[in-house]
């Protein structure tokens, strides 16, 4: 006797073991398409380590005058500033076994300084990150090349977002780096106030006036170098061998009659005068060499916080500096909660924010830029 066929098992049977085998073999669509549409964050740690290898913007303070020593990174929020006056004692002789000889301390003053914070963000939206083109890019992207094009954009949109970071934070330290050669630094803001003495004596400090005044025809510029010179040799034994000024001091300077007869006996070409390709990539010139001091004009501006364009220096200053003295940055440590402590120059994360949906990515940074021998520069009013 044949055994009974049953459909319905047979159909139940088949269509069960077409689910698992879809279950198993066949993808979620749905991840899929949200696994394809995710954008990852690149996290602090890879952040922060591409943004310090990043090629920065030559400024010509901070790398020129500050920038000979090498930073002083902090570990805490709090950065010692050691300002030093006067170090030209000579050692005194003891006879040969008679114990040592006690002398005083050194004239250094030792500031504890929370350097200003620096933290700039940006916001890229859906748009930004899925959308957007970089400039010249091909509207059509055929093939992966050398990866999944739209990953690869979206990791030179961040680098170039946080290039433009790095370059802001440049700029105000080239501001700080101004500010410290007049002998202080001083800035108030809508959210932050803050000040900083470098403790430069009054006598380098000069502010001249009347027929002393390098735009009077009885002016005496190459006297007032050579005093200023001899002034900071004396007191601290360096020799200062840069100056620093704008077009309005450097035209002044060669109007002059004193000048000009120096130059003319000495046959002296002013002009004839080769600039390091670094210097001028930082938009400073070197425009002549007198006495052992380079003469370097300096223009670059910069905007304030109510949009107008500012000199870097003052357009009626000469600065007298000693690149072989100790001029340097400093950088305190940076706080956040998802790295901890971070000892180093600049810090930066990113996230996403869920509604609005908003890519951010932060740079964080500490600076202080410090003239630890502020007898070494002269900042003269001579216009």
């Not at 055994?3 to 979620?28: E, H, Q, R």
Request: charged residues 25%; aromatic residues 10%.
């Amino acid at each position: 006797m044949l055994p009974t066929f049953n459909l319905k098992f047979w159909l139940k049977l088949s269509l069960a073991l077409l689910f698992m085998v879809a279950l198993f073999v066949i993808p979620d669509i749905s991840d899929s398409a949200k696994a394809a549409l995710t954008i990852p964050t690149f996290g602090y740690v890879t952040l922060t380590e591409s943004v310090n290898k990043m090629k920065k913007r030559t400024r010509f303070l901070r790398d020129f005058v500050f920038g000979k020593r090498s930073p002083e990174l902090a570990p805490t929020k709090m950065v010692q500033a050691d300002i030093i006056i006067g170090n030209q004692k000579k050692a005194p002789f003891v006879r040969r076994g008679a114990p040592a000889m006690v002398v005083d301390k050194l004239g250094k003053k030792t500031s504890l300084v929370e350097p200003p914070s620096i933290r700039l963000k940006k916001g890229l939206d859906a748009e930004d990150m899925l959308f957007d083109r970089a400039p010249g890019s091909a509207i059509h992207v055929v093939g992966a090349g050398g990866g999944n094009p739209l990953d690869n954009y979206r990791q030179q949109r961040v680098a170039r977002e946080q290039q433009d970071l790095l370059d802001r934070k440049t700029s105000a330290e080239e501001w700080m780096c101004a500010q410290a050669l007049t002998g202080s630094i001083a800035y108030i803001g809508d959210e932050v106030e803050f000040s900083v003495d470098m403790q430069m004596p009054a006598a380098n400090k000069p502010t001249l006036a009347g027929g002393n005044l390098w735009s009077a025809a009885t002016a005496k510029p190459l006297s007032n170098l050579r005093t200023w010179k001899t002034l900071v040799q004396k007191r601290t034994g360096y020799l200062p061998t840069m100056a620093l000024m704008t077009n309005d001091v450097w035209e002044a300077f060669l109007a002059n009659e004193q000048v000009q007869k120096y130059l003319d006996n000495r046959r002296i070409n002013v002009g004839n005068i080769d600039t390091d390709k670094a210097i001028l990539e930082s938009g400073a010139e070197m425009v002549g060499k007198l006495d052992n001091v380079e003469f370097f004009l300096y223009n670059e501006i910069y905007s304030d916080a109510q949009g107008a364009d500012q000199n870097f220096l003052a357009a009626d200053r000469f600065v007298l500096v000693t690149p072989n003295a100790d001029n340097r940055m400093h950088y305190g440590a940076i706080s956040d909660l998802d790295a901890g402590t971070v000892v180093g120059e600049m810090f930066s994360k990113d996230w996403i924010e869920k509604d609005p949906s908003i890519y951010w990515v932060l740079l964080e940074t500490h600076p202080l830029p410090v003239v630890h021998y502020p007898e070494t520069v002269v900042y003269a009013k001579v216009l």
